[in-house]
């Protein structure tokens, strides 16, 4: 096979698994989300919430949250072993209960990789961005 040739890293393998994660989440795809989220899985909100894989999977699959996709932009991978950091951009399209509406912030994930799988072990996003000044805007103040 011609794809033999050319090996696939495994900052492209987290990339994939991250890739697959998001749209699991935006299609509302429990079962594939579950297969990507480490049985330890622990979220924290950019709120300070917490949340184990089962309250994770309830706030965003089975609430009242609609999902309808997350873009994940910039990603920036570092693998070490059968462990991985992903960060990146992250857009949300999502309702939670206000209408539809886009969320964008930072991201970081763990990932480790299980069996030949890299599962998500760990996501921490900051805060929405908010509008700041530029560089060049605040020397001309």
Same mark, same amino acid.
């Given at each position: #096979?011609?794809?033999?040739?050319?090996?696939?890293?495994? @900052?492209? @393998?987290?990339?994939?698994?991250?890739?697959?994660?998001?749209? =699991?989440?935006?299609?509302?795809? @429990?079962?594939?989300?579950? $297969?990507?989220?480490? &049985?330890?899985?622990?979220?924290?909100?950019?709120?300070? @919430?917490?949340?184990? $894989?089962? &309250?994770?999977?309830?706030?965003?699959?089975? !609430?009242?949250?609609?999902?309808?996709?997350? $873009?994940?932009?910039?990603?920036? /991978?570092?693998?070490?072993?059968?462990?991985?950091?992903?960060?990146?951009? /992250?857009?949300?399209?999502?309702?939670?209960? =206000?209408?539809?509406?886009?969320?964008? #912030?930072? #991201?970081? +994930?763990?990932?480790?990789?299980?069996?030949? =799988?890299?599962? %998500?072990?760990? =996501? #921490?996003? &900051?805060?929405?961005?908010?509008?700041?000044? !530029? &560089?060049?805007?605040?020397? %001309? +103040?």
């Amino acid at each position: #096979m011609v794809w033999d040739r050319y090996p696939v890293s495994g @900052e492209d @393998e987290v990339l994939a698994a991250a890739y697959a994660r998001a749209k =699991a989440l935006g299609q509302g795809d @429990e079962p594939a989300l579950r $297969r990507l989220l480490h &049985a330890g899985f622990s979220w924290t909100s950019y709120t300070g @919430e917490l949340f184990d $894989r089962e &309250a994770y999977l309830e706030a965003n699959i089975r !609430s009242r949250n609609q999902w309808h996709g997350q $873009r994940l932009e910039d990603p920036h /991978v570092v693998v070490v072993g059968d462990a991985a950091v992903l960060r990146c951009t /992250v857009t949300d399209d999502v309702d939670t209960g =206000a209408g539809r509406q886009p969320y964008r #912030m930072f #991201m970081t +994930q763990t990932w480790v990789r299980i069996g030949g =799988a890299w599962v %998500c072990l760990l =996501a #921490m996003p &900051a805060p929405a961005f908010k509008r700041t000044r !530029s &560089a060049e805007h605040r020397k %001309c +103040q």
